[in-house]
């Protein structure tokens, strides 16, 4: 026969750790504690199968009654107490326990057991008259709520209980529900007792077999309520997973002085600090340490309030990290001087602690390099690396009080700036130079340039899966999401929170660390990794977590495959991004270059020529700028390769549109403005995206390839005979077909062997392709035939195989994740079934045509960690992402790596 | 050893018909008509072995100088004449023939092996002395001209020899070149001597074997010259092949009033009428008759002329054509009373004749009906469905001289229109309700959109296989092509021709059947087929031409395993289509219904809505009109599957633009009118090509795919309900994800299950899909699950696989097709590599997921013969075309159909 029921207590357990799927991980963990000889409080699990049971039969199986009846009595002997017995009674716990962690969303019962028999049973054992009545008023309490449905009827009125404890302290005029005396807690039972008749037409039970039914059929119950259900949804749970439910004998912290309760975690949670840390209080129960009416003592102290226990509990937390490998987060009781662990499990942390415990757990040889890799999510090292807020100024804002609130830690780091409710005026206000703080009630992706824009995003509505939380940790941005004290109203573009009005323009600073809000600005500096790593402001020695990250990077780099570049365009970007580790530039954007000042004239000019020869006249006056921004680039990227893209988008881009601009090109070409005007208009296209771009415009215009090919091989020649070496690999974007790869490619190549060859040096080039539009990944084997490499270019690639300009998907985007089509934001992670299935067909059938066919992508998607994995998955030869994500892709590459060695165990 | 030449004549040769490939066109069919025991001069042929030798080795191999003097001495005893011999002397034609037909592109040289001394043989022999100094002065000429390189030096100087001729004449004072006397020859001999002794430095060879290799190195020379070069490019002739070189006694039918030459044809090639049909001129050669200086008698007088040699030559044409099964194209020459057959090919026929001679030649047993549909080209087919002039007013026109001119037949039919010299301009034109013909120097993909607007397009310039032409057979336009005697100015906008100038808005008029171009207007009428099919004025007893063709239509349909349907959106245009054969609706475009003045307010005023309840209110005033409308269609089908595909196109396109239209829309919704401007503003799209349009509008607006499936489902069951069988399949647009096309799918058979289940009645319907967007195709396995049918829309396709839309790629289509990026149009037909793997992909996943899925094209390239045989290739259940492919589709299918049969073998 099937078993259900499963054990714990006394020194043994017949569950373990392992059993994490059939017992939930409370009850793993119960009897793993039990196992290691760790005193827990005796009780059983019942296991996910009956939840699983419950559902699909409407019932319990046959045999249920009959094993917990047996494992109740297997409770009541290694206790010595007798469940539903006055003299000595056992209560009991019932509580909710899942495989994956679902905190507060099921439900519990106390102090199960008790009616008017055992309370007195309870008195006398604890010679404690008002405990146990206050005890059994929490039950009556918690089981009319829970398992008989006493809750408010609608939405504007209290809860029914509540209503009745205020009745009665007003009547005897006192604050504090500790203040009751034992009539009053009478009282309550009775009039609880008459509130629960009234409503529900039952007398409450007194059978305390009929409660324990009650409650884990509540508990059971539980997991398909509208709490559990839309947190299963937006933490992707499978709902199949269903609940255990753990039914364990009580101990109580609150039976007098000679008891306790607490929490503590084996390291610092927030710094990854070796130290035990936690709190407790006397004479309480949990409940009472969470509510905060209590102050509670650090966990220290309790060496010298009860050293026995602490003794003990010292020996249980390093037995428990030991055994588990891993920082633990434990609860423990002490009732009568009798310690009890209630709970282990893996402490939440920071992204410091978790990379710091990572490391220091590797050197204390608890685990491998490998199982340090794996512990540290990505995000953790986002964290790290985002900006903080300037301490003084910090401290200042809080003595000041322009401490306003806090949201939810959706985006790591710290952010200061002027306040934009709208996308459009936060684009606007960067544009101006402004450092701006985006403010929604909730994000879509209409938002997505404004996110871009803002340092920071705030939001009132929202968790941390929300579009704002998603998206900023994609991008890299603070954010404090659900923030809900913000009432923002659009219409007057100000927000009010914490009394205080705050209007567009004002400033505000975010610490997305934290999740705190402020009034005014708050400087920020860059995160102490940057500061020593970029800014060399800061000795390596000086910071732990520079420490830790560095020994974690290099397991990192040991151990992945995966190459990581880096998207820059000016040598800055460069230097950062080889500081983070980049091993070349993936893709350096010409067309970047041409901004600024000086330059856009000279470009605009050269667009606008009527003919070659003119056109050949202005690519005269660009040539030497762009050689001077490559110089600059090969220099700083020392040896790495760099793949510069050719021109790349519409012309269009780039014209002058304000009378001032036209009119400035028109003097440099010594043209009419009206001239100019008629040109811009004959460029305007239907569908941009899909127009004349890429490398369509070095075929229409083969003098700018030819251009830019001299550009970047005589920057190449520079450098090189300054003893520097280069590595150019020339990208030509948009090829849909070979034969425009093959006639840009002999323009590259006849102006690399001119230069090169007159230069006399040695510099090795190379000539490949992006994969941007479906049919250069359909047609790979022809295409490889000329290129040396591809680079995915999966923005493009998303925007053509789903048919979807990125410019317009704003409202359909957020229709479309509101609906569930789409899982995730495609241009955030690859859609693998359509843009990677094409991917996939272009690295097949690229290697086949070109064995040694080098492949990137350099797509935003080279930063995204489920994308990196794909990548890897795929056995590309790097990923290219923004400088500051180059590290999360050296992790999750590595991470990807050992997903591999797992699968192939 | 090798086997080079290869003789015929004297009744037997070492070749035949089937040795095409080694012998060249000609060589074969000497061959094989020796072999037939035909007279044919006899001779021999140099292989194409000899030309890739040549070419490959750069000269020959060294047993061909004993082969082909063993073959010169074999023609001496056959003709027991000798090669330069004084005494009757062997002189010989030289000529080239590649095994494909390359007209008038390579070289030829006649009446070789004449010198000083065989010249006075020639004399003896023929009796006539002045003949003989013709041909020697023919001779040096021609030779001259191809082997010794006479021509003029640069393009402003005229023949060198002519410019002697016409000294000569100047002297004598004479204008014909048969005015010439004996004296005149001979001085011309003399002086074409010393004008090559001068330009060459040499003398002009006297050795016949000398002269021999010279001809044989030059017509081998010829296969590389500039002109066949081009002309193979042009027609996609493979430069491998090389030519075979045919050297032949000369024959002369220019040796006095017993000899003659003529040309025939086995049967009327203009309308495949059986009957001897051709010309012949009595002491002429060839080119006589070519020239036209002197006009040729109609074959019928050869019998009484030449009552012996026409009994002969009727003897053997019908034997040729029942030997070669098919109308042949013979050249014949008469020495001295006896015939020699010089040449047989199948002759080059009009559509009417192709189609007629085919269907005619099954019934005589000739060939067999699978033979009939390949020989029938599919642009035959469109000839014959073309308009044609009313023939009243066509001969009015001829008498009042409003001929113009003549260019190339490149699109078959009648046009008549005013001129306009610009695509845009014909566009307005035609949007103004007016007949246009669009006149350009030469067309480019530019001018794609007023090519499609226009009746007619005349081009300048260009040839058969010209944009003009190739687009306008495409799309079924009238097209005179490459009119050379056209003077276009853009600037002033007119043209001049035959000395008229003609300005733009002008009425012009085009036979595309002939070439002919007209001043004025002449009326049109539709062809006897549409006048049988469609109009139902004639009776098909009456005709001929339809009689031929629904006959060879019946046989495709026999064969062919490909449905045909038709796009349609109304019902006239589905009756049209079904007389042509149509087997359903492929393609129903829903939004084509919304405009006329009626109905586009509501549409207008449905799309501007502020939320769903104002949509909801205009959706009800359109839903009656598109029941009305379905209705109409699902009559006209009687029970063919009509295909409708729900609102596709970018809401904006609706949106009024003009002041005037905005207020009417504006009082229509009781807004202002800058309120309908504002909301046209926000609808604007960078891309509307990848934006808010296809299933997206049925996601966000439900409502409106409601509206539509309610005019469908209600339009069937009132059909139905008269007893006409309805089967409505609708179609879902844009699909790139199975999600959306589930949330689409369950509106449609809500309303569906609503509709129909009300009416008691059973209506079978599917619903289906779009494969339109790449990641439809590559997701095909999931979309197959609720997909009962894929319609591939290639148009769409086309431009998300290849990244180019096709609104914008007029300049860069005409520079890719230039540049030979593209080998044709990737939007007339399908690209294979991309857009047809795409396909594949698709056809495989979604049969796999679904066996029994239907699977069609609605693209525009359902219409087109390439692109039909490969949706035949992929196992398409049916391409779906404009009404006027359909019997081409239906043609193709059956072709695609043999084709598998012949690979099968």
Redesign the interface.
């Known amino acids: 026969m099937k078993k259900y029921v499963y054990r714990f207590g006394g020194g043994a357990a017949e569950g373990g750790a392992e059993m994490k799927m059939l017992l939930g991980g409370k009850g793993a963990n119960l009897a793993e504690m039990a196992n290691l000889g760790i005193p827990v409080p005796p009780g059983f699990t019942i296991s996910t199968d009956v939840c699983a049971h419950y559902y699909t039969h409407g019932g319990y199986p046959k045999s249920l009654t009959k094993e917990v009846k047996a494992a109740v009595r297997s409770v009541e002997e290694i206790t010595g107490r007798k469940f539903g017995k006055a003299g000595n009674p056992l209560l009991l716990s019932v509580r909710s326990g899942a495989p994956v962690s679902m905190p507060g969303m099921m439900d519990t019962v106390l102090n199960l057991g008790l009616n008017d028999e055992t309370v007195v049973g309870l008195t006398a054992v604890s010679g404690n008259e008002r405990f146990a009545w206050d005890s059994y008023r929490r039950f009556v309490q918690m089981y009319g709520d829970v398992v008989l449905g006493m809750k408010p009827e609608d939405k504007h009125e209290e809860d029914p209980f509540e209503v009745i404890i205020h009745k009665v302290k007003k009547a005897r005029k006192i604050v504090l529900d500790t203040e009751l005396e034992l009539d009053d807690l009478k009282l309550l039972v009775k009039e609880f007792k008459a509130a629960i008749k009234k409503r529900t037409g039952h007398d409450f039970p007194t059978d305390p077999e009929e409660q324990l039914w009650g409650a884990i059929n509540a508990v059971f119950g539980s997991w398909m309520n509208d709490r559990a259900i839309s947190y299963r949804k937006l933490n992707d749970i499978d709902e199949n997973l269903g609940t255990a439910v753990n039914v364990q004998a009580m101990v109580f912290g609150n039976s007098g002085d000679n008891s306790a309760t607490g929490v503590a975690f084996t390291r610092d949670a927030a710094t990854g600090e070796k130290r035990f840390y936690g709190e407790y209080l006397i004479n309480a129960q949990g409940e009472d340490v969470v509510a905060g009416t209590r102050t509670p003592n650090p966990i220290a102290k309790l060496e010298k309030e009860m050293p026995k226990v602490y003794a003990q509990l010292t020996k249980i937390y390093k037995k428990l990290e030991k055994h588990y490998r891993d920082m633990q987060d434990i609860e423990f009781t002490v009732e009568d001087g009798r310690l009890w662990m209630l709970q282990t499990r893996s402490g939440k942390r920071t992204g410091f602690a978790a990379i710091k415990i990572a490391v220091d757990m590797v050197e204390e040889k608890l685990i491998k390099k490998e199982e340090a890799i794996k512990r540290v999510p990505p995000s953790a090292l986002e964290q790290v690396l985002r900006p903080v807020f300037d301490t003084k100024d910090h401290d200042q804002a809080r003595k000041e009080g322009r401490y306003l609130c806090r949201g939810l830690n959706a985006g790591p780091g710290a952010a200061s700036g002027i306040i934009a409710f709208h996308a459009e005026d936060a684009v606007a206000l960067k544009k101006e130079g402004k450092n701006v703080i985006l403010v929604r009630i909730e994000t879509s992706p209409e938002d997505i340039a404004g996110m871009a824009a803002a340092e920071g995003i705030l939001t009132a509505r929202g968790g941390m899966t929300s579009h704002a939380a998603v998206v900023a940790r994609q991008m890299g941005k603070t954010c404090v999401a659900g923030c809900g004290e913000l009432e923002i109203d659009y219409k007057t573009a100000q927000m009010t929170v914490a009394g205080k009005v705050l209007k567009a323009g004002d400033f505000i600073s975010l610490n997305g660390t934290t999740g705190g809000v402020f009034m005014g600005e708050i400087k920020t500096i860059p995160s102490e990794i940057t500061r020593v790593l970029v800014d060399r402001k800061l000795k390596p020695e000086k910071s732990e977590i520079f420490q830790a990250y560095d020994k974690l990077m290099g397991w990192a780099d040991e151990i992945r495959q995966l190459k990581v570049r880096t998207n820059a365009d000016q040598p800055n970007q460069a230097r950062e991004a080889i500081a983070f580790g980049a091993q070349g530039i993936g893709l350096c954007r010409t067309e970047h270059m041409f901004f600024g000042e000086n330059k856009i004239n000279h470009m605009r000019a050269m667009i606008l020529s009527e003919d070659e020869a003119e056109r050949r006249k202005h690519l005269k006056k660009l040539l030497p700028i762009q050689r001077r921004d490559f110089e600059g680039i090969f220099k700083a990227m020392n040896g790495y390769p760099v793949t510069v893209r050719t021109l790349d988008p519409p012309l269009h881009e780039f014209v002058p549109h304000e009378k001032e601009e036209i009119e400035a090109v028109a003097a440099e070409m010594g043209v009419k403005p009206a001239d100019i005007v008629k040109k811009v208009e004959e460029l305007h296209?239907?569908?941009?995206?899909?127009?004349?771009r890429?490398c369509?415009l070095g075929?229409?215009f083969p003098e700018i390839t030819e251009m830019q090919a001299r550009a970047i091989f005589e920057a190449a020649v520079n450098v090189a005979k300054k003893g520097t070496p280069v590595h150019p690999e020339i990208m030509i974007p948009?090829v849909?077909?070979v034969?425009?790869l093959q006639?840009q490619e002999r323009i590259v190549r006849r102006v690399a062997d001119e230069v090169i060859g007159k230069s006399g040096l040695d510099i090795p080039y190379l000539v490949g392709t992006m994969i941007?539009?479906?049919?250069a990944a359909?047609?790979a084997d022809?295409v490889a035939q000329v290129a040396e490499f591809f680079s995915f270019g999966t923005n493009?690639l998303t925007?053509?195989?789903?048919?979807?300009?990125r410019?317009?998907a704003g409202?359909?985007l957020a229709?479309?994740l509101d609906?569930?089509?789409?899982p995730t934001d495609p241009f955030a992670t690859i859609?693998r079934?359509?843009?990677g299935?094409?991917m996939k067909i272009a690295v097949e059938d690229g290697r086949k045509a070109r064995p040694g066919i080098k492949l990137g992508i350099c797509g935003e998607h080279g930063g995204d960690p489920n994308s990196i994995q794909f990548c890897h998955e795929l056995g590309l030869d790097y990923v290219s992402c923004s400088p500051y994500r180059v590290p999360i892709a050296r992790l999750v590459a590595a991470q990807s790596t050992l997903e591999d060695r797992k699968a192939k165990k």
Chains 1, 2 share one sequence.
């Open positions: 296209e239907m569908n941009p995206m899909l127009g004349h890429g369509r075929i229409s948009l849909g077909h034969r425009e006639l941007e539009i479906p049919r359909l047609t022809y493009d925007q053509t195989t789903l048919g979807l300009s410019d317009d409202k359909i229709e479309y609906l569930d089509i789409y859609d079934g359509g843009v299935r094409l």
